[in-house]
T-cell receptor, first 112, second 116 residues
Framework: GQQVMQIPQYQHVQEGEDFTTYCNSS?????IQWYKQRPGGHPVFLIQ?????EVKKQKRLTFQFGEAKKNSSLHITATQTTDVGTYFC????????????FGQGTILTVHP | DVKVTQSSRYLVKRTGEKVFLECVQD?????MFWYRQDPGLGLRLIYF???????EKGDIPEGYSVSREKKERFSLILESASTNQTSMYLC???????????????FGDGTRLSIL
C-alpha cells in the first residue's frame, strides 16, 4: 500500500536557525497536507498542496510540493520557541474517501 | 469549524477486556477516522467511515472494530484488549464526505489507553 516516509525523525535547532522536514511517497499523490502537533496536543491542520510544483507560504513557513507529486517539504525560517512540536505530512492517493497516509513526523526542538 | 470530542483522555483496562472508545463530532455528513499514534510511527489509520453504517479498514485494523450508528458518533472497539494495544488513540473528522474528501481533518484531544 501507499507509504509516506518523513525525515528527519528529530531536529534540534537554536532559536533563529532554519529548519526543514522532508516527505517522500511511494506513489503519486493527489494532494498532501501538513499538520503540527504541539507537545501534549493533537495534530492541527496547517496547509494543503494540490498542484505539481506548488509553493505556499505562511509567514515564516514555506511548503513545497514536488513536480512529480511524490515529495514535499516544509521549511521554517528563523525558528522561534513557539515552533516547537511535531510536524506531520499526510498524503492522499487518488481513490481514498479522504483517507490520509501520515508520515512518521519530525519532532522539532528549539533551544532559546 | 468542526469540533471533535473524545470521551476519555486517559483509560486503563486489563488484558482480555472489551474496550470502547467514543468519538463525537458536531457536523453532519462527515468522514470520520480512528488512528493510533506511537513514537516513531506517526499516525496509523485503524478504520474510517464515510457514512452512517459504512466502514472501511485502514492500515492496521486487526484486533479492532468500529461502529457508526449515527452520523455524529464513531466508536472504536477493542474486542479483546492486549498489551500491544497500549497507545494514544486519536479520532478525526473532516467536513466533506464522499469520494474526493479534500478537506482537512480535525482531531480530538486523544485517549491515552493503557492495557495492563
Amino acid at each position: 500500500g501507499q507509504q509516506v516516509m518523513q525525515i528527519p525523525q528529530y531536529q534540534h535547532v537554536q532559536e533563529g536557525e532554519d529548519f526543514t522536514t522532508y516527505c517522500n511517497s511511494s506513489t503519486t499523490l493527489s494532494n498532501i497536507q501538513w499538520y503540527k502537533q504541539r507537545p501534549g496536543g493533537h495534530p492541527v491542520f496547517l496547509i494543503q498542496l494540490v498542484k505539481s510544483g506548488e509553493v505556499k507560504k505562511q509567514k515564516r513557513l514555506t511548503f513545497q510540493f514536488g513536480e512529480a507529486k511524490k515529495n514535499s517539504s516544509l521549511h521554517i525560517t528563523a525558528t522561534q520557541t513557539t515552533d516547537v512540536g511535531t510536524y506531520f505530512c499526510a498524503g492522499r492517493g487518488g481513490t481514498s474517501y479522504g483517507k490520509l497516509t501520515f508520515g512518521q513526523g519530525t519532532i522539532l526542538t528549539v533551544h532559546p | 469549524d468542526v469540533k471533535v470530542t473524545q470521551s476519555s483522555r486517559y483509560l486503563v483496562k486489563r488484558t482480555g477486556e472489551k474496550v470502547f472508545l467514543e468519538c463525537v463530532q458536531d457536523m453532519d455528513h462527515e468522514n470520520m477516522f480512528w488512528y493510533r499514534q506511537d513514537p516513531g510511527l506517526g499516525l496509523r489509520l485503524i478504520y474510517f467511515s464515510y457514512d452512517v453504517k459504512m466502514k472501511e479498514k485502514g492500515d492496521i485494523p486487526e484486533g479492532y472494530s468500529v461502529s457508526r450508528e449515527k452520523k455524529e458518533r464513531f466508536s472504536l472497539i477493542l474486542e479483546s484488549a492486549s498489551t500491544n494495544q497500549t497507545s494514544m488513540y486519536l479520532c478525526a473528522g473532516s467536513s466533506e464526505g464522499g469520494y474526493q474528501g479534500n478537506q482537512p481533518q480535525h482531531f480530538g484531544d486523544g485517549t491515552r489507553l493503557s492495557i495492563l
